[in-house]
């Protein structure tokens, strides 16, 4: 099992102001920040990210989304970290997601839900390298 997980904090969540309490709420589920910055996504960069959903009917408005502002990408350490990171953000659909998850809390639709994370530690590793160069993780 390893012990990394990537998040974006998407769009939505950015523009509402909620860059803040969502990293705190990381934080105090026991995570800590390997890397972070600031990214805004090109189609291809988004397009790539998403590649497993590309044939989905909704792919095109996932790409639109995911370009449609500043997001905040990130590499999280924590015991277990993929199962427990999915477990802190709750369903992909907000009206779904658990009382007190990032999404639960500050998510508006399944698209517009706030929060990436990964759903396995090969994609989790997959995802910390498209983003992170070695020299931006501590
Ligand atoms: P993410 O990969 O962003 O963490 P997830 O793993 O919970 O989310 P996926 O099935 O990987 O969900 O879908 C990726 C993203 O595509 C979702 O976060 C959501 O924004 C969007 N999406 C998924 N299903 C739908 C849908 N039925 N309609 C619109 N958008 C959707
Ligand atoms: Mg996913």
């Known amino acids: ?10 769009p939505d969540a950015v523009a509402n102001g909620y860059t803040g309490k969502i990293i705190d709420q990381i934080l105090e589920a026991g995570f800590t920040i390997q890397a972070m910055k600031y990214v805004r996504l ?23 989304f995911m370009t449609s502002g500043t997001i905040v990408a990130a590499v999280l350490v924590k015991d277990n970290a993929v199962a427990d990171f999915r477990t802190l953000i709750g369903a992909t659909d907000p009206a779904k997601a658990e009382p007190g998850t990032v999404r639960n809390r500050f998510a508006k639709s399944i698209e517009a839900n706030a929060i990436h994370g990964s759903d396995s530690d090969a994609n989790a590793a997959h995802e910390a ?10």
């Not at 390893?2 to 998040?7: L, R």
């Open 1 to 10: 099992m390893s012990n990394i997980t990537f998040t974006m904090i998407k």
């Open 42 to 64: 090109s189609e291809e960069t988004a397009g790539a990210f998403y590649d497993i959903h590309r044939e989905r009917s909704f792919f095109k408005e996932l790409v639109d």
């Open 129 to 138: 390298s498209f983003f992170f160069s070695a020299f931006e993780r501590f």
